[in-house]
Nanobody, 124 residues
Framework: VQLQACGGGLVQAGDSLRLSCAAS????????MGWFRQAPGKEREFVAA????????YYADSVKGRFSISRDNAKNTASLQMNSLKFEDTAVYYC??????????????????WGQGTQVTVSS
């Protein structure tokens, strides 16, 4: 499975961005999908996740109410809509596919495959 994340860029605080993650190979159906981010000098942290069917969504407290995760199993894609961006959202964002169909989805160890990352920079 290869994951390709895109959609990052340089925006101003308050703007929106939509990140996309496309999968090739075995695809995403039957697995959870997650987004993590890593700012310079910091650990990679959980941002959002969605279970295999899209019926359960998970968000870090720092993005709840501003970010929205979704998926399209038919297209083998997952997306992260980011609204009201803040300077502290600046990071490299990674998409990931879970190891199994169920899990907490909040830990890096819940994921088996990772995309290459896309840079999001928010100017204040």
């Amino acid at each position: 499975v290869q994951l390709q994340a895109c959609g990052g860029g340089l925006v101003q605080a308050g703007d929106s961005l939509r990140l996309s993650c496309a999968a090739s190979g075995r695809g995403l159906s039957g697995y959870g999908m997650g987004w993590f981010r890593q700012a310079p000098g910091k650990e990679r942290e959980f941002v959002a996740a969605i279970n295999w069917s899209g019926s359960s969504l998970y968000y870090a407290d720092s993005v709840k109410g501003r970010f929205s995760i979704s998926r399209d199993n038919a297209k083998n894609t997952a997306s992260l809509q980011m609204n009201s961006l803040k300077f502290e959202d600046t990071a490299v964002y990674y998409c990931a596919r879970s190891i199994g169909a169920s899990g907490t989805y909040r830990r890096r160890s819940d994921y088996e495959y990772w995309g290459q990352g896309t840079q999001v920079t928010v100017s204040s």
